[in-house]
């Protein structure tokens, strides 16, 4: 544990450190722009010299280790004209065209410069023209002027995913940052080269052009929910004519879960939330069409409906299908409608094979898991599973079909779409009763009494719990679009009806609930699942 | 003559042995393997290592570094393969040593190497040659090949139970593999740029092992230490620089060519005693005395002795050996602007200072030469040369910036007529090529 002084400041690294990172712990900034603490260390940049007592040179921060007794200084003439130089000499050929550059806002190269570099170029020759919006792959798009070669892409590539298609081709102020002969950036993490990127050389197909930095209202914190490894996201939202529009996901450091990383998939999944083709209002059938309809209206319907099946059939003859999609509010509130109110065993969250305990498994060697849901684990954890005597899915759909059930609720998942061995069809045609939540029409949907329209992540609170089991919040970073309501609303709506209230409505009451009875999560307080999330048996281990 | 006219040539023997090709029987007739048979297995390795400490043999490559010392780095149980390296990637302009040797007396480096093996425990060696040494790398595979089927190489050597395998490597073109950790990159496979030190080649080199990377004409002189002893080599030249050198004279002089002489010649000498004077009758302007990267020095320096430490008290460096001679018609800035353009063509890019100011130098000296010139240029030039040296992976952006700031500071009138007279004053002058 080296005890060092920098700037005045004694520091004492937590075990062996660098410069650079004992000055991060203790909140000394270094500049840097080729240092990522998720790749190897090359020391190219120069950012990052330091004058350190007794060594004739300045040194690299990123490589050289923290000493006892060192005497550090980040802010002495010497560095701030060596950082002054670098900035200088990064500038020669860089366009400055922040105007007009996706980056400019969010930027180290403009930061630096503005806080250490020169105020104006002192140099006369004409810049090195490059190529400019060159196609690297399926998301990133790469300004070749605007790079200053520190070569995090080249180590992200090689040393995440372990694909290595870029490389660094001809030599001194020719050098460029490529694609190899044949190659694409098409790896399925792709996507992180833009965020690591210091400058606006590699930028985002899809968010290229599409807002400001400051044009960005909200930064909310959210969870990934395309697969059950929880990676932790930022949502950032532009508010526009029409309305808040989710323009971006990045990845939020999660050394647990993601550390700085995050899928293609994940990333770049979410334009679904502005579709125009998303359902707006809830749709019940007449005849053999279906119509849009008001919520109330359809509450009430469903509400009359399943109150006559409940009187005429019980309520063994209701089933609930319902997606480990959801939050585990959201699942405990549709446990407790099915479970406990109408008092039928036949509900689950297991729609694919691989949602089984025990079978979701890693899909690489980095992030991406089998089980492509993000709260399996909170379903379990939760028991939204068959009650004594209870049917799984592919027994709903069986006793369906044999007319041994009238009612099937189905939240959130294409079942005809995702159970092609299964007869979802004919089963949900001989039912008196089949209720759907859905962002889309889709085949099950389209088989429904009634439908309605179902939230995005990106429009709800609540928390999931991921395949490590641990919690973690979601945070709304837009508003419901349309006549979209919770599942909360939906289900108090019609518990409201039948004449058993469903109490709970926001999503940290519903948590107080879960934490007080028996299970997994009792006594973890809402206010305990922090940023980094929180896995209750690590908890408890504390005094 | 002086004391130096008296002096007996050792790496360059053979050039008094008439019709002399440098082939394995050639070299054994006159002396050569008798080192290898003197110590393999009779000599302990570590004492191998200390006679070649004792010998004082500083690098020839460009540092000056001790050559036992670099040897004494190797750790001595890393459990890992040690390897040798020979640097043959003599890049540096000016400098042509390292080809003569390997072209006409190659044997005498693989002694040298297999010598050096034996010292520190190294049982794969590597020689990398540079790439557009195409005889030279002709040359070398036909030695290896020789001592294979001597028995100089390969199993159980002479008997010793030293074993040796020597591989050839050509290099693909670039002036930075002869820097000693962008050249174990380029073997490697890899791009050859420099790596962060430390950790140092002798403990983290060639495929991350221990690993010497010694120069062609350092290791051609191990066999003559072992064989006579470092007491013979230290009284060759001043006491911190022992043994002979190969100075590369070229220029205008009227006998361009390798020297090799003790290290305790002046400048002098070697102009006008060794390589004929100028021709021609005209005046001495300047000299670059150890390569393009080393620091120019004028006429006043010329009772400078060529030694690595006089050099650097005259704040230059001994360098690879280059000595460039100029004459009066010889434009300072039209040197800058080749020097810098070969600098800017050789970086390889790394590091921001370098490969931004490799380029920024030059542009901005050709432009001086081509009447576009600034008065503020020249403090510009200075400064960007402060902010290039001594801040970078490796040190060629210092051997950039260094000649710039010698032609400045010891012609600097030469540049501010550049830039008065918006036009270069030797333009058209006899003997200087026209731009």
Redesign the interface.
Known sequence: MPKLTINGIEVTTAGPATILEAAKSAGIEIPHYCYHPGLSIVGQCRMCQVEVEKMPKLVTACNTSAADGMVVTTNSPKVEKARRAVLEFYLLNHPLDCPICDRGGECPLQDYTMKYGPGESRSVEPKVQRAKHVVLGPHVIFDQERCILCTRCIRFCREVPKTGELGVFARGDRSEINLFPGQMLDNAYSGNVIDICPVGALTSRQYRFQSRPWDLIRHTHSVCPLCSAGCNVVLDVRDKQSGNELLRINPRENMAVNRWWMCDEGRFTFRYHHDPDRLMLPLVKSGDQQHTSAPEAVLDSVASALAHILAAQGASSIGCIVSSRHTNEELFLVRRFFRDLLQTPHVDHRVRPVQMQASDAPEDAILRRTDKTANSHGARDLDVLPGPDGLDTAGMIEAARAGRLKALFVFDEDLAQERPDLPVADALRGLDLVVVTSLFRHATAALAHAVFPGLGFAEKEGSFTNYQGRIQKIHRALEPAGACRPVAEILGGLAGRLGKPLGVVTPEQIWTEIAAQPGPYHGIDWQMIGPEGIIPSEVRKEP | MTETGAFEKVLTRYQTIPGYRGTLPEYEAHGGYQALHTVLGKMAPAEVVDAVKRSGLRGRGGAGFPCGMKWGFIPKDSGKPVYLVVNGDESEPGTFKDRMLIEEEPHQILEGVILSSYAIGCHLAFLYCRGEFVRGAQVLQRTIAEAYDKGYLGRNILGSGFDLDVIQHRGAG?Y?CGEETGLLESLEGK?GQPR?KPPFPAVSGLYRCPTVVNNVETLSNIPHILLRGPEWFTAIGPPKSTGPRLFSVSGHVARPGNYELPMSVTLRQLIFEHAGGIPGGRALKAVIPGGSSSPVLTPAHLDVTMDFDSLAAVGSMGGSGAVVVMDETTCMVRVGEIVSRFY?????????????????LH??LR?IEHGQG?K?DLD?LLDMCD?MK????CVLSDAAAMPIESYLKHFRDEFERHIRDRACPFAGAAGVRKH
Request: proline share 3%; charged share 30%.
């Open positions: 670039a930075i791009r962060p800017h063509h050789e970086s390889c890019g790394q590091c921001t200072q370098c490969r931004e100011g490799t380029a920024w542009k901005v432009r600034r503020e510009l902010n001594g801040k970078t992976i």
